[in-house]
Each structure stands twice: as C-alpha cells, then as structure tokens.
C-alpha cells in the first residue's frame, strides 16, 4: 500500500513557474513507477509525465514536453514536477500516481497505475 500527497498547487501567471511534489509513505518508494496526471473542469482526467523507478527515463505528454520536468528522489519518497512556461490551459487538479509495473506502453494510461493522491489545484491565469 502507497498513500501519495501532493503539494505546491497554488495561483500563478501564464510565464510562470510552479513545484508540484508528491510525498510517499512506505519503504518501497523506490519499486513504483510514478506518474503526473492532470483534470481540468470538465475534462477527462490526462497523461502529463511519468518516471520510472530510478528515475533513469521519463515520459512526457506533447503538451507539456520542454516546459515540465519530472523528477524523484527515492531517499526522500518524493517525486516531483517542475512546471514552466505556464499557460491558461494547464490549469487543473494535478494528480500523482504509482504503478507496481514499470513503465512501457501503458504509460499514460490512468488505469495501469495503482494509487493515486487526491490532487492539488494549479490555476493558471492569462
């Protein structure tokens, strides 16, 4: 069992920059696959990054690659999400999740991972 609880969601301006973390509990931090995922207001619930579990590849989303960056840091059980270059239409509910399988072809999709956190708010305004 994981519980995952994100943090640093906030209001910012289109241009900026935001941390999102992801805190784990448990010592097996390091055997889960970890992933970004994002809902906006009426959407369905999107792909963003994901990391495996030595934080050796990443995956990224189109829409966000070369302005996110995702990392971990299994001493700590975090991972984390370095958001630039802010728009409007990244606003929504930010998600961490964990996935007992590494990462393939099943990486951006929301039913391979097993836990998930309940999310924090990022509000971008134009």
């Known amino acids: 069992q994981v519980h995952l609880v994100e943090s640093g969601g906030g209001l910012v301006q289109a241009g900026g920059s935001l941390r999102l973390s992801c805190a784990a509990s448990?010592?097996?931090?390091?055997?889960?696959?970890m992933g970004w995922f994002r809902q906006a207001p009426g959407k369905e619930r999107e792909f963003v990054a994901a990391?495996?579990?030595?934080?050796?590849?990443?995956y990224y989303a189109d829409s966000v690659k070369g302005r996110f960056t995702i990392s971990r840091d299994n001493g700590k059980r975090t991972v984390y999400l370095r958001m630039n270059s802010l728009r409007p239409e990244d606003t929504a509910v930010y998600y961490c999740?964990?996935?007992?399988?590494?990462?393939?072809?099943?990486?951006?999709?929301?039913?391979?991972?097993?836990?998930w956190g309940k999310g924090t708010l990022v509000t971008v305004s134009s």
């Open positions: 999740a964990a996935r007992r399988t590494g990462l393939g072809a099943s990486v951006s999709a929301a039913a391979s991972y097993d836990y």
């Open positions: 448990g010592r097996t931090f390091s055997s889960y696959a």
């Open positions: 990391i495996s579990r030595s934080g050796g590849y990443t």
